[in-house]
């Protein structure tokens, strides 16, 4: 299953900061790109795509200037749509659903206002918790529970840095190879 990420609405004075955490969660938790709609950010981009370079793996970040086109794209190649909303079915029992499904997953979270098209087109929306909270933290629980906790597991590839877990102070493995 591959799995992206869409993240709607992003506004260049406002957003940076969280929609450039929502990128590398999406990363880190095992999605293999994120499209970026709304304004679009070439900084942000730029920034996503070094740190994945310096920290290893094939992640990429593409603005999108027509998110409904990519929506129906997605659709019409059989993948099926995942939209995070405080709205939806409750993510711990609607995740063995979607994964029963085998298909590619586009993870949708939003900025400001979701328009109703969103939630008219998602073959699911899912809530993480009844509350509101940050897109960050949703998407995060939200790809743990769907990769049943592989994300512990993945191994980026050509690395510049490989941190190596310790209980007290930092260990990071460097690559000079991979620079």
């Not at 709607?8 to 095992?30: E, N, P």
């Not at 008219?120 to 929306?125: I, P, R, S, Y």
Request: overall charge negative; some cysteine; aromatic content about 8%.
């Amino acid at each position: 299953m591959d799995v992206r990420v869409l993240r709607l609405d992003h506004r260049l004075k406002r957003d940076t900061r969280i929609t450039t955490h929502v990128c590398l969660t999406a990363r880190a938790f095992g999605a293999s790109k994120i499209y970026l709609a709304g304004e679009e950010d070439n900084k942000l981009m730029d920034n996503v795509r070094d740190t994945s370079a310096r920290w290893g793996g094939n992640f990429e970040v593409q603005y999108c200037p027509n998110y409904m086109e990519l929506i129906l794209k997605w659709r019409e190649k059989g993948g099926k749509m995942v939209h995070l909303t405080m709205y939806g079915f409750q993510a711990h029992e609607v995740v063995p659903e979607i994964r029963e499904s085998d298909s590619d997953i586009l993870i949708v979270v939003g900025g400001s206002k979701v328009p109703g098209k969103i939630y008219k087109n998602a073959d699911w929306n899912v809530s993480v918790t009844t509350q509101p909270h940050s897109e960050v933290s949703s998407l995060a629980v939200f790809q743990h529970l769907l990769l049943d906790g592989a994300e512990f597991d993945i191994e980026f590839e050509d690395p510049v840095f490989e941190l190596i877990p310790t209980a007290c102070g930092k260990n990071v493995n460097i690559h000079n190879e991979n620079r």
